[in-house]
């Protein structure tokens, strides 16, 4: 099992360049960890790739029905204080946006339940400060 952050997840639903090795990679574990909050984070950039008119209704449409499917396998960590207390730490010692220190702190809780902890992002900041707090980092 990998933990998933949403920017890995949403080219498994659209039609993007990474799409094809994030695939591979799905298919050699099929079982996916994610925090509570990547679901909204995905249907916020597909929404908002449709507003910008870089995806039609249809494509937006379907991007929607892929990512309920893959919501339908995947174990979700949810929000609690002990999350909480993370990202109060993981800000202040790197440079992450609330929502990818929200990420990274669920993946550290998620890591205590499992091993290896590979951890699948294609956000810069993101993949560092996972290898900084000892993720194998994927792709």
């Known amino acids: 099992m990998r ?3 949403a920017s890995a997840l949403v ?9 094809n090795p994030l695939l591979t990679l799905l298919h050699t574990d099929h079982a996916v ?4 909050g990547s679901l909204i984070e995905c249907w916020s ?8 008119g870089s995806l039609s209704l249809d494509e937006g449409d379907q991007a929607v029905v892929r990512l309920s499917r893959l919501q339908e396998s995947w174990y979700e960590i949810q929000p609690s204080e002990q999350i909480r207390g993370l990202v109060a730490r993981l800000l202040r010692v790197h440079p992450l ?3 990818d220190a ?11 339940k499992a091993a290896p902890g590979e951890f699948v992002t294609l956000d ?10 000892g993720f194998r980092v994927l792709p």
């Open 11 to 19: 080219p498994l639903c659209l039609s993007e360049p990474t799409s």
């Open 3 to 5: 933990f998933w952050d």
């Open 124 to 133: 810069h900041r993101l993949h560092t400060a996972a290898r900084l707090e």
């Open 45 to 52: 950039t597909i929404a908002r790739r449709g507003r910008e």
């Open 97 to 99: 946006s609330g929502a």
């Open 33 to 36: 960890a994610v925090w509570w």
């Open 102 to 112: 929200l990420q990274l702190a669920a993946a550290l809780v998620w890591i205590d």
